[in-house]
Nanobody
Framework: QVQLVESGGGLVQAGGSLRLSCVAT???????MGWFRQAPGKEREFVAA????????DYAESVKGRFTISRDSAKNTVYLQMNSLKPEDTAVYYC???????????????WGQGTQVTVSS
């Protein structure tokens, strides 16, 4: 069984930065770890993904160049560094794990509870 717990959300001004953390328990090293977000009234959308070991990282166009996904295997933790934040980045951010394709939300087997990110203008 895999459990994911996110932290690091909060309120920040536009142009600011936040770093989200996702601590994983269980056998996650064969999974691709993804970050998704869901704004009020909108569908959950892909943000970024990375395998635990080797492989390319993937980013949504809307965050490319501003967000960075990374992982620390020793700590079983995946991070999402978010820079140059915009009000449109406001959403609940979720960490998830899949053995499928990174952008296919239906393929994710495990989800965290989410952490709120609010960017003020």
């Amino acid at each position: 069984q895999v459990q994911l717990v996110e932290s690091g959300g909060g309120l920040v001004q536009a142009g600011g930065s936040l770093r989200l953390s996702c601590v994983a328990t269980g056998r996650t090293f064969t999974y691709v770890m993804g970050w998704f977000r869901q704004a009020p009234g909108k569908e959950r959308e892909f943000v970024a993904a990375s395998p635990w070991t080797f492989g390319e990282k993937d980013y949504a166009e809307s965050v490319k160049g501003r967000f960075t996904i990374s992982r620390d295997s020793a700590k079983n933790t995946v991070y999402l560094q978010m820079n140059s934040l915009k009000p449109e980045d406001t959403a609940v951010y979720y960490c998830a794990a899949t053995k499928g394709r990174a952008r296919v939300i239906e393929g994710y087997d495990y989800w965290g509870q989410g952490t709120q990110v609010t960017v003020s203008s």
